[in-house]
């Protein structure tokens, strides 16, 4: 299984980015992939999710009404598109995988692999 992230930069306040994550190695619909972020000096949150089955999508409060995720069945990727992004938005993001269940996960160890850190920067 393999996950790779990108599309990490800087903007400024109010401003928006679109990461991907592109995975590989495993059957991905069976699926649901994960945003997680973590802040300098801060651990490691649950930002966003999705089952790839279904669509079916989770945010974190903070975030709601300005991120959203998607997938792309054909491409094997999933998006994070983050609008009227804020200061408090920065950290590194990550996108992590784990079977599909029913259940909202938001423990990073519940997660099986991870792609690698895609920083974003928030700037006011």
């Known amino acids: 299984v393999q996950l790779q992230a990108s599309g990490g930069g800087s903007v400024q306040a109010g401003g928006s980015l679109r990461l991907s994550c592109a995975a590989s190695?495993?059957?991905?619909?069976?699926?649901?992939i994960a945003w997680f972020r973590q802040a300098p000096g801060k651990e490691k949150e649950a930002v966003s999710q999705?089952?790839?089955?279904?669509?079916?999508?989770y945010h974190r409060n903070s975030v709601k009404g300005r991120f959203a995720m998607s997938r792309d069945g054909v491409k094997n990727t999933v998006y994070l598109q983050m609008n009227s992004l804020k200061t408090e938005d920065t950290a590194v993001y990550y996108c992590?995988?784990?079977?599909?269940?029913?259940?909202?996960?938001?423990?990073?160890?519940?997660?099986?692999?991870w792609g690698q850190g895609t920083l974003v920067t928030v700037s006011s």
């Open positions: 992590a995988s784990r079977l599909t269940s029913d259940s909202i996960e938001t423990r990073a160890g519940k997660y099986d692999s």
């Open positions: 999705i089952s790839i089955s279904d669509g079916k999508t």
């Open positions: 190695g495993f059957t991905f619909d069976n699926y649901v």
